[in-house]
């Protein structure tokens, strides 16, 4: 029996949402980010899944955990560590990457530690705003590029600015793929979007500057200037009449 990609992705894009949650729901003061990694790896196996980004590579070092976790400064691409320990104030996003049954879903919130500075929820709202807003563009006929023109707007608006180094991107039976998503504008509308895509929107807002830096240990990406940023990110599929998104949260 096979099952058409939609459901497949439909399977997978539960799963991660499900893994998601139930790891934001860990999020308190005095919890280590390799607690949240522990249960990562239990929840994403008791579904039938596979941590796709374990062992994950781009040329450079594996990726050595289970999850992203990026905590205040952190752009994306935390590494858990038993020596990161939330505390009140921080915020923290959580970035699963489900394999199930061959294909792939990923998405990711940030949460608040605690009591949240009002500038820091500002940001998390923002972002969270910004991934809706994106969302909400993709239907057949619209330019890919609708996503990132709307975003950008909506971020300044906010007083916040858009990670530009790193985007969304395609997703399926591989984790990145093509397209590239940018976050921001570029001029470019193509491709145009067409039932049967599959793609990520996940953008990385700062209340400072939008420039990064890599870490020493190959993943971690910081903020240039030391400023708070926050990301959102959705699977989503385009549908005939719009837009599915994969990945909400089950109920
Ligand atoms: N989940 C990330 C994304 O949204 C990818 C992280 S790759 C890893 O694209 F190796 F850092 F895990
Ligand atoms: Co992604
Ligand atoms: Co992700």
Same mark, same amino acid.
């Given at each position: 029996m096979t099952h058409s990609p939609l459901k497949m992705m439909r399977r997978a894009g539960r799963a991660a949402a499900a893994t998601r949650d139930a790891a934001c729901a860990? *999020?308190? $003061? +005095? /919890?280590?980010t390799q607690a949240i990694d522990d249960l990562v790896r239990a929840d994403t196996h008791s579904r039938?899944?596979?941590?796709?980004?374990?062992?994950?590579?781009?040329?450079?070092?594996?990726?050595?955990?289970n999850v992203c976790t990026s905590v205040n400064?952190?752009?994306?691409h935390g590494v858990p560590s038993s020596d990161v320990v939330l505390e009140d104030g921080d915020i923290v996003n959580i970035d699963v990457t489900t394999e199930l049954g061959g294909w792939h879903g990923d998405t990711s919130r940030t949460v608040c530690v605690g009591t949240p500075s009002p500038e820091a929820l500002h940001l998390v709202e923002a972002t969270r705003r910004a991934l809706t807003l994106g969302i909400a563009q *993709?239907? $057949? +006929? /619209?330019?890919?590029s609708r996503i990132g023109e709307v975003i950008e707007v909506f971020a300044r608006s906010q007083g916040c600015t858009v990670v530009r180094a790193f985007g969304g991107h395609g997703i399926g039976r591989r984790m990145h793929q093509a397209p590239h998503v940018h976050?921001?504008?570029?001029?470019r509308p193509w491709p145009v979007l067409q039932p049967g895509m599959f793609f990520t929107i996940e953008p990385m807002l700062c209340l400072g500057r939008s420039e990064v830096q890599v870490l020493d240990d190959g993943w971690t990406v910081v903020t240039a200037d030391g400023s708070l940023s926050a990301q959102f990110e959705h699977t989503v599929a385009v549908t005939r009449d719009g837009v599915e998104v994969m990945t909400l949260p089950v109920f």
């Open positions: 860990l *999020v308190k $003061p +005095g /919890v280590t039938g899944g596979r941590c796709a980004q374990h062992g994950y590579r781009v040329g450079g070092v594996p990726f050595p955990a400064t952190v752009v994306c *993709v239907r $057949p +006929g /619209v330019p890919l976050h921001h504008a570029t001029g």
